[in-house]
Nanobody, 123 residues
Framework: VQLQASGGGLVQAGDSLRLSCAAS????????MGWFRQAPGKERMFVAA????????SYADSVKGRFTISRDNRKKTVYLQMNSLKPEDTAVYYC?????????????????WGQGTQVTVSS
């Protein structure tokens, strides 16, 4: 599976962005998908994940109520809608394909990773 993340950019606090992650290669629809982020000087952290069918989602506490993960299996694409962005959301955002079909916040649960897209939120 190859993953291509896009949609990052420079925005102001309070703005919205939608990230996309397009998958190619083997079957996409059977796997959970996740978003992680890595801020400068920090470890990569879990943001959100969605089950293979889009029914079950999971979020980090820091983004609950502001971010929404979704997927379109026909388009082999997963999305991360980010609203009410804060400067602390600034990071490189990575999408990842899960080893299984259920969302997990653990990085070892993902075996394919995209290249990352930069999100910068100014105050």
């Amino acid at each position: 599976v190859q993953l291509q993340a896009s949609g990052g950019g420079l925005v102001q606090a309070g703005d919205s962005l939608r990230l996309s992650c397009a998958a190619s290669g083997r079957t996409f629809g059977n796997n959970a998908m996740g978003w992680f982020r890595q801020a400068p000087g920090k470890e990569r952290m879990f943001v959100a994940a969605v089950s293979w069918n889009g029914v079950t989602t999971s979020y980090a506490d820091s983004v609950k109520g502001r971010f929404t993960i979704s997927r379109d299996n026909r388009k082999k694409t997963v999305y991360l809608q980010m609203n009410s962005l804060k400067p602390e959301d600034t990071a490189v955002y990575y999408c990842a394909a899960g080893r299984g079909s259920i969302p997990t916040p653990y990085q070892y649960g993902y075996n394919y990773w995209g290249q990352g897209t930069q999100v910068t939120v100014s105050s």
